[in-house]
T-cell receptor, first 117, second 114 residues
Framework: GAVVSQHPSWVICKSGTSVKIECRSLDFQATTMFWYRQFPKQSLMLMATSNEGSKATYEQGVEKDKFLINHASLTLSTLTVTSAHPEDSSFYIC?????????????FGPGTRLTVL | AQTVTQSQPEMSVQEAETVTLSCTYDTSESDYYLFWYKQPPSRQMILVIRQEAYKQQNATENRFSVNFQKAAKSFSLKISDSQLGDAAMYFCAADSGGYQKVTFGTGTKLQVIP
């Protein structure tokens, strides 16, 4: 099956610093990538949808200036948490969808645990 | 808008028995897809089964099957011959093509009792 990787798998940073998380589709081209946030024992909350070469579409309530998303190629999307604060600590998951017509399946990365001190 | 509701926060089943997880959804689209995902303690999301709304036949994947009731907007997951490895969070999800995004339910935590 299709594989999606995320890097890093976990990161600890100081308050006020920025953190970049990479999401890569390893064996397919992803026309669309999604970024989710998951709090402990809760569901996945969609943060934004990104299509290669265009600006990301953010969900209501998600600060686009704080969570910068770049989808520069068909295999790479990045999420940068700028000026991170303890309340940004969470589990971030990306997913990637191949070209349309493939049953709408998303392939998920293993997630990144962010802890902001 | 599309919504997905899972009314069972937790379920338990004896090993080798059968359990059914419930899910209802709502969408105004006529073309949509429904999914069940499993999230074990590793937190890696794993696709369990998928159902295309235009297909009347219920999807089946080995021990996993769904009961898709389109008129009732119900999409339950049946796990037969439950195994210890089935213990996980299970999320029901809907993807209405027009929205280009997936909406997840709140999840059901499944415990398998040896």
């Amino acid at each position: 099956g299709a594989v999606v990787s995320q890097h890093p798998s976990w990161v600890i940073c100081k308050s006020g610093t920025s953190v970049k998380i990479e999401c890569r589709s390893l064996d397919f081209q992803a026309t669309t990538m999604f970024w989710y946030r998951q709090f402990p024992k809760q569901s996945l909350m969609l943060m934004a949808t990104s299509n290669e070469g265009s600006k990301a579409t953010y969900e209501q309530g998600v600060e686009k200036d704080k969570f910068l998303i770049n989808h520069a190629s068909l295999t790479l999307s990045t999420l940068t948490v700028t000026s991170a604060h303890p309340e940004d600590s969470s589990f971030y998951i990306c997913s990637a969808r191949p070209a349309p017509g493939d049953g709408h399946e998303q392939f998920f990365g293993p997630g990144t645990r962010l802890t902001v001190l | 808008a599309q919504t997905v509701t899972q009314s069972q926060p937790e379920m338990s089943v004896q090993e080798a028995e059968t359990v059914t997880l419930s899910c209802t959804y709502d969408t105004s689209e006529s073309d949509y897809y429904l999914f069940w995902y499993k999230q074990p303690p590793s937190r890696q999301m794993i696709l369990v089964i998928r159902q295309e709304a235009y297909k009347q036949q219920n999807a089946t994947e080995n021990r996993f099957s769904v009961n898709f009731q389109k008129a009732a907007k119900s999409f339950s997951l049946k796990i037969s011959d439950s195994q210890l490895g089935d213990a996980a969070m299970y999320f029901c999800a809907a993807d209405s093509g027009g929205y280009q995004k997936v909406t997840f339910g709140t999840g059901t935590k499944l415990q398998v009792i040896p």
